[in-house]
């Protein structure tokens, strides 16, 4: 069927010319000479993490704690250094996805099949020259996909990829990517997802019986398609059109002596986004991004016990965003930018149950202005933002409008010409704004909101060596951070359980140490090792109430030791990895104490890929993944338990047509 | 969380100040001697999966708080989800699992389990809520709309009355059961019926207006009932309506004083708690004499945080104030004289959000 579809490849064509050298060692670069704390997985690494999802790989950071609900369809959120999933700011393609209803996006919707790279920053943007939404979040992970990548040699490539694997798991993908004459490249991806998900875990009640879980399916989809426009080398213009749709059952947590769920989520995004990167002279760059996005999301409980015997909750979302950033080189190592970004974002409810929902309409502009300073060994950057919020909404009171100024510096240096290791420290300043969710969930928010604000204060070492007798390369990164929440937005119930409300009272102190190791060996009789550590230590503690029973314990589902591992043997075409994750103890909600404990875990997968027409165009991979051998029972979210055992097992095939041909 | 007997004469051995007097010509009010208690179940509803039945020891000020694992090794999971209402009754305690859907039968001496009801009806959860018996029944209230008959006995469900949208708290009168239709799912078209039921036929016989969004219900020593509702939680304030218990024609809502969603009444003597739009843990109020007694229980510093339950040991008039604090750590009850000092204060850690005490004697 695949080859119908591609009927105009061929085999046995020129070389694979990637050179994957030199990706890795770019990658080492910006890791280590970047002021700020950044983490890099590209898809080769990436593919060693027995990983499904961009939340599933996210796994392998250190300081990054993945919310994991369980399962395919189960919601994974991503929260950095104990800032908080809201925190988090998420660029696709260089565009911040819209977080105004939740500000919580479900990394669990993004499959790696299509991500070329996923980069984490703490802090800010790497580069200067960025919208002013990236400035904005206390972290910023950036998911870029394959259409965006560089692909000069190929004129057509295509890459299929079947997934199968345990509870049901299924799922094809297909990318195509074109060039058309000298300038245009386009680009489809195309992604199916089913499962049933239904996967036996230990039964709470009583260790010796397993139980499965129930209403845990999901089928999703995902369409893009990519078209870019290069003028020449310094001016382009690209477009994505993105789509995905997902209908899944929401299992919840498990209830004792209780196995009935039948709720049900489907979400659709669509989104259209154009990007024009314009290198205008020697000494000035101009960005403008601009996007479209609606999304929706409805949610049935067919069982609620009202009298029209169910309850639907349904939300339309839009965003319309248009961005500008303009850089100046003042000379060889002083640059400024400027950038400027317009929002508009707006929620309805829709559903038969909306009564006086606020639908509301929220107007943002971002202002952001920075520099670098950047000689070999010495480098400052540094950034003020300001930011301007109102609100209108149609029923109610509007949340509060926002004008305030948040700003980041960060330095790094080289202490020793010729010795590897770089110093750095950052300081950020950074709020996030209330979510629609906040301010006007029914009965719950809260329009008297302020923005919950985030410092961090980060220093580390970093060390790279690329010379070492049996070492490729080394590399290390070490960082210590003291953050701290303050006006945390949290809901809380007011009177009785009936009565929540969203306030800002929340405070949060986090300390902690980031430790991340890298080595790949020498190639040695056609065998290669390499391996990553990664390790976190945070001590977390929630000072929001002196008088509460609760104030200077650790934050709930906030490990203190946790850290990851992949090792692998390549040896010709075949790799082996073997990954572990690990999490110590950790209090679920409530008083630090022994009912309170959530169990330590670890979880060890094991991966072989084997690669067929390694040096020619069109290749064939094919994975086998085992994922938690030992078949270790483990809640991350008590009683959502995680999946026990369980395989994959892939089959990529990668065609090729190069331009020599033509 | 009503404990009810129908012997109202029982109820009127609790003589608070001058409150106990014949307010009926035709109830004669015969003192009985009611066992000293020697301590208390209380049942923390917790959050998902962590209810905790809790036992005070009043002769050597000890608490257990996880006393249903201790006294049931085999069921290391606990209670399950939401313990919403415990009754006793007869040798036994029904305890009402509104997530778990189950009502759970313990024997009231050592809560030693018994037997799980299960309250799921064709595949759907019906959603149980408060528990009350009377003529050597259980009658528990589920948010499905009806109420459940229990036979002590057999421990199984004998008979489902259908009654109003989501009822909440029920109380039973010689003659009659009383349900607060609360109408809470149907937000925010909340429903403001109380369900007549005729205890001879376990049917509904009609509702009863009251205030929006009825919670909980009460029964003094007269036999007239109180019921309190929630209102809508913002423009509608809570309120208390009066039903007269002989005619059970219509109710009288008691007006703007009366802003609590809570009501416990001891003889003639109501304890209105969880206060809308002010301070304060509890207000006293003389059902016969339509007086209040005072308008802070509370007489000395103690502070109650989040008044969650309220309970009066019939034996010697002490009040038992649960505190939810802030739903997250653990609870506490304290324990005052019916002159509003405390006497004594209990944590039931790892319980969270108690809701009720039980007394045992």
Known sequence: ?662 | MNFRKTNLAVLSIVCLLNACKKVDDTTIVLPVEITPSVGAYVLSEGSTNNTKLSYYNKSNNTVIGDFFLQQNPSKPAGLGSIGNDMILYGSKLYVVMNVSNIVTVLNANNAVFIKDISFVSGGVNKGPRYATAARGKVYVSSSDGTVSVIDTTLLNITKTITVGANPEGLVASANFLYVANSGGFNFPNYDSTVSLVDLNTELEVRKIKVGLNPYKVDINTAGNIFVSAYGNYSTIPASISFINGATNSSSINLGSNFSYSNIRISGDIAYLYNNYGGTGTAKVYNTALNSFIRNEFITDSTIIQTPYGLNIDEQNGDVYIADAKNFISAGTVTCFGNNGVKKFSFSVSPGVSPNNIIFKR
């Open chain 1, 1 to 662: 069927m695949i080859y119908v579809v591609l009927p105009f490849f061929c085999k046995g064509q020129k070389h694979d010319t990637l050179q994957n050298v030199e990706v890795i060692s770019k990658k080492n670069i910006i890791i280590t000479i970047a002021s700020t704390p950044v983490q890099l997985l590209n898809t080769t690494d990436a593919s060693k993490t027995n990983s499904v999802t961009v939340a599933d790989a996210l796994k392998h950071f250190a300081g990054v704690m993945v919310k994991d609900y369980g399962g395919i369809g189960g919601l994974k959120t991503v929260s950095v250094r104990s800032l908080g999933a809201n925190h988090t700011g998420i660029l696709y393609d260089g565009i911040a996805l819209g977080d105004a209803q939740g500000g919580q996006i479900d990394l669990g919707k993004f499959s790696l099949d299509n991500i070329a790279q996923i980069e984490l920053y703490n802090g800010g943007p790497f580069e200067i020259l960025s919208p002013a939404k990236a400035f904005s979040y206390g972290s910023l992970l950036m998911l870029k996909t394959i259409a965006s990548s560089k692909t000069d040699t190929e004129k057509k490539i295509a890459n299929v990829k079947v997934q199968y694997g345990s509870f049901g798991y299924f799922s094809p993908s297909i990318s195509y990517k074109q060039h058309v004459g000298k300038k245009v490249e386009t680009s489809l991806n195309a992604m199916f997802q089913s499962a049933e998900s239904q996967y036996p875990f230990t039964s709470y009640e009583n260790n010796n019986v397993t139980q499965k879980r129930k209403n845990s399916d999901i089928k999703a989809y995902r369409l893009e398609y990519d078209a870019s426009l290069t003028m020449h080398d310094s001016n382009k213009i690209s477009v994505k059109t993105y789509y995905y749709k997902s209908e899944r059952g929401l299992p919840g947590a498990i209830i004792l002596y209780n196995n009935i769920n039948s709720e049900r989520l489907t979400d659709r995004n669509f989104f259209l986004q154009s990007n024009w990167h314009n290198k205008l002279s020697k000494k000035s760059e101009l960005l403008v991004n601009a996007k479209y996005a609606a999304d929706q999301n409805y949610y049935i409980d067919p069982s609620f016990l009202n009298t029209a015997g169910k309850l639907e909750n349904e939300f339309s979302s839009k965003e319309f965003y248009l961005s500008a950033a303009y850089s100046y080189k003042i000379n060889n190592f002083f640059k400024i930018s400027f950038s400027s970004d317009a929002l508009n974002n707006r929620l309805k409810r829709t559903d038969s149950f909306a009564v006086n929902f606020a639908n509301p309409s929220r107007n943002s502009l971002l202002n952001n202005v920075a520099f670098q300073l950047k000689k070999t060994r010495f480098e400052v950057t540094g950034n003020i933002l300001h930011t301007l919020i109102n609100e209108k909404v149609s029923n109610g009171k509007a949340g509060r409008n926002i004008n305030a100024f948040s700003k980041a510096f960060a330095m790094g240096f080289q202490p020793i010409k010729n010795v590897p290791l770089r110093v750095r420290a950052f300081y950020k300043h950074i709020f996030r704004a209330p979510t629609f969710n906040d301010l006007y969930y029914t009965n719950v928010g809260n329009t008297n909101l302020k923005p919950e604000y985030a410092d961090q204060l980060n220093v580390g070492l970093t060390y790279s060596e690329q010379r070492l007798d049996f070492l490729k390369n080394i590399l290390v990164t070490v960082d210590a951070f003291l953050n701290t929440v303050n006006d945390k937005i949290i809901a809380v119930p007011t009177i009785n359980l009936f009565q929540w409300s969203v306030q800002n009272i929340g405070k949060v102190n986090a300390q902690g140490i980031d430790v991340a190791v890298q080595i790949k060996t020498k190639e040695w009789r056609d065998v290669q090792l390499s391996a990553h550590v990664a390790y976190s230590f945070q001590h977390v503690l929630d000072v929001s109430d002196k008088n509460s029973s609760l104030y200077k314990t650790q934050l709930p589902y906030t490990p203190k030791h946790s850290g990851s591992s992949t090792f692998s043997i390549e040896y010709k075409r075949a790799i082996l990895n073997y990954n572990i994750i690990f999490s110590s103890l950790r209090y679920k909600q409530g008083d630090a104490i022994f009912v309170n404990l959530l169990q330590p875990w670890n979880t060890n997968d094991v991966s072989f890929s084997y690669l067929i027409g390694k040096n020619y165009p069109n290749n064939y991979k094919i994975i086998f993944e085992a994922n938690n051998i030992f078949n270790t029972t483990y809640d991350i979210i008590q009683y959502y338990p995680m999946p026990g055992f369980n395989y994959r097992i892939a089959l990529n095939i990668l065609l090729k047509k190069t331009k020599t041909i033509i």
